[in-house]
């Protein structure tokens, strides 16, 4: 199971980017998908997160300004991110859980990270 996570790099404060990351590998069914981030030095914290239902729920910090989706069929997650700030800086990474088979056991699974940096 992969994920492979794209779409970051460098932008001006103010500026947009859309993350993607798109899920392959023996997958029966997907449950919930999201983001973290980890800045230098910080611990990795929760940005947001889709259900397989489609609610969703984002962190305080990027509430108003990023707003995650899915397309259930290509086993993809969206980060889209706009006016974004100094304080988005960081290495993102998608997660999910998942079943191998039909009634397994849930799984996590991370992706290797895309770089987003904000410049001021």
């Known amino acids: 199971v992969q994920l492979q996570a794209s779409g970051g790099g460098w932008v001006q404060a103010g500026g947009s980017l859309r993350l993607s990351c798109v899920a392959s590998?023996?997958?029966?069914?997907?449950?919930?998908m999201g983001w973290y981030r980890q800045a230098p030095g910080l611990q990795r914290e929760w940005v947001a997160t889709m259900v397989s239902g489609g609610a969703s729920n984002h962190a305080d910090s990027v509430k108003g300004r990023f707003s995650i989706s899915r397309d259930y069929a290509q086993n993809t997650v969206y980060l889209q991110m706009a006016n974004l700030k100094s304080e988005d800086t960081g290495m993102y990474f998608c997660k999910m859980s998942y079943r191998r088979v039909n009634g397994g056991t849930p799984r996590d699974a991370w992706g290797q990270g895309t770089q987003v940096t904000v410049s001021s």
């Open positions: 590998g023996n997958i029966f069914s997907i449950g919930a």
